[in-house]
């Protein structure tokens, strides 16, 4: 495996199907360009006469749209910016932490990572979208889904507050799971 000695931005997105690394390698003499996601080259161009301009490719399970934009700042400094679905990285991700949330939990020594996508409902551990049962109870609804031997539920309950909406709960084994914040 070569050096990455060209290496210029290391992005971290956390997307339902978990976190993904981006690192773009940008050679400012060759204009070689390559992105690699979570250590696979997604893109290698060797020689590029324009040193500025975009790569677009695809993350993670759902093929979300990625975008690096290389643009030149002064003389020969280059920024890079990284846009995931047309939004910045900052706004991408502040959106995401209002349509869906987040768990981080260890169960029988390992480690799971739930996320609960709100608009649709889909719940997904470790990069699996997983099968889930959804009923309607007295205050709200519940979505039945197992994680290992673990039956898990999210409790949706209104919050009686408009501007909170609605509050997920993740229960395992009647055991409360507190939020990540990522």
Known sequence: LEKMTDLVAVWEVALSDGVHKIEFEHGTTSGKRVVYVDGKEEIRKEWMFKLVGKETFTVGAAKTKATINIDAVSGFAYEYTLEINGKSLKKYMENRSKTTNT????LGGTDYRVVLEKDTMDVWCNG???????????????????????????????????????????????????????
């Open 103 to 106: 768990w981080i939990l260890s």
């Open 128 to 182: 699996q979208k997983l099968e889930t049962a959804g009923e309607f109870v007295e205050d709200g609804t519940e979505t039945h889904f197992s994680v290992g031997d673990y039956s898990c539920c999210i409790k949706a309950v209104s919050s009686g507050k408009r501007k909170e909406g609605i509050i997920h709960t993740l229960i395992v084994d009647d055991r409360e799971i507190p939020e990540a914040v990522e």
